[in-house]
């Protein structure tokens, strides 16, 4: 069975501070997918990563893929009260297109 | 453009009542679609998905159930709700395997 396992499980931090989340299988994915979520709305995707050892920027968050493809971690730089929410990691289970996801994690930023 | 619309947004139902989700996909023909159920702060559970008209499978065994009845259209049921039914649904759908699974809004369903 395939399972991602997100740490850690909620994170508050102050403003400016750096942070990184983390999402670990002991099963090899073909990408991973990390989402945002918000109180009451739909996982928004922010970013897909396919081959093993890529990284993938997108402003203040950097994306990493492991290069076993069995990991990824999320780092957000200079955190703003605005990255806060809920963040999934995803990866596919099957050629159905189902997505096995972790936990998540709870960030808070502080003004 | 492709849009993915679930309602009612918000539902408050007593136990034993049913319960009738929908969720409607635009702009994209034959997609897979999806119905999850999340705890507050939570991951997301996979409870049916369907890759065509009629066809369900079911991840998890439960009070609820799904149908297809046209292709961008999905809805999830229930005869007698229960409590532990209470949570957060999303519906979901994919194009094609290997691109990107888009998230309607999601209803909220508290069972008293």
């Known amino acids: 069975t395939q399972l991602l396992e997100q740490s850690p499980q909620f994170l508050s931090i102050q403003e400016g501070e750096n942070l990184t989340v983390y999402c670990n299988s002991s099963?090899?994915?073909?990408?991973l997918q990390w989402y945002r979520q918000e109180p009451g709305e739909g996982p928004v995707l922010l970013v897909t990563?396919?081959?093993?050892?890529e990284v993938k920027k997108l402003k203040r968050l950097t994306f990493q893929f492991g290069d076993a493809r069995k990991d990824s971690s999320l780092h957000i730089t200079a955190a703003q009260p605005g990255d806060t929410g809920l963040y999934l990691c995803?990866?596919?289970?099957?050629?159905?297109?189902?997505?096995?996801f972790g936990q998540g994690t709870t960030l808070q930023v502080k003004p | 453009s492709q849009t993915i619309h679930q309602w009612p947004a918000t539902l408050v139902q007593p136990v034993g009542s049913p319960l009738s989700l929908e969720c409607t996909v635009e702009?994209?023909?034959?997609?897979?679609l999806y119905w999850y159920r999340q705890a507050a702060g939570r991951g997301l559970q996979l409870l049916f998905y369907?890759?065509?008209?009629?066809?369900i499978s079911s991840e998890v065994p439960q009070n609820l159930s799904a149908s297809r009845p046209q292709d961008r259209q999905f809805i999830l049921s229930s005869k007698k709700l229960l409590l532990s039914d209470s949570g957060f649904y999303l519906c979901?759908?994919?194009?094609?395997?290997?691109?990107?699974?888009?998230f309607g809004p999601g209803t909220r369903l508290l069972v008293l």
């Open positions: 995803a990866g596919p289970g099957s050629n159905t297109g189902k997505l096995i």
């Open positions: 099963s090899v994915f073909s990408s």
């Open positions: 990563v396919v081959t093993g050892g």
């Open positions: 702009g994209t023909s034959n997609p897979n």
């Open positions: 369907s890759v065509g008209i009629g066809q």
């Open positions: 979901a759908y994919l194009r094609a395997p290997g691109e990107t699974q888009y």
